[in-house]
């Protein structure tokens, strides 16, 4: 079993930055698809980013050139840089991985989960 353990959320104003970062448990973790998914107040939730163990990485259309995700194997600890927030970025942060290979970007292809971490824009 993996635990994955978000931290980083909080308020930041529109404009402003947040580095998210998810901690796993375990041995594997270079091994693992790792991916960032966020869930807005009476949304469901959706993909933001992804990186697999090879380093290659997928980012939703909203995100796209202000986000990035990035790991680091030694820590076993993946990151979301998020640059030029916007209010529709509200949303709670959720980590997720999982082995194999295939699509990065559908939630149900994911074996573990976060808690989620939430992160509020202001405008």
């Known amino acids: 079993q993996v635990q994955l353990v978000e931290s980083g959320g909080g308020l930041v104003q529109a404009g402003g930055s947040l580095r998210l970062s998810c901690v796993a448990s375990?041995?594997?973790?270079?091994?693992?698809?790792m991916a960032w998914f966020r869930q807005a107040p009476g949304k469901e939730r959706e993909s933001v980013a992804a990186i697999r163990s090879g380093g290659s990485t997928y980012y939703a259309d909203p995100v796209k050139g202000r986000f990035t995700i990035s790991r680091d194997n030694g820590k076993n600890t993946v990151y979301l840089q998020m640059n030029s927030l916007k209010p529709e970025d509200t949303a709670v942060y959720y980590c997720a991985a999982k082995t194999g290979l295939g699509v990065v970007h559908l939630q149900y292809t994911y074996d573990y989960w976060g808690q989620g971490t939430q992160v509020t824009v202001s405008s």
């Open positions: 375990g041995p594997f973790f270079s091994t693992y698809t």
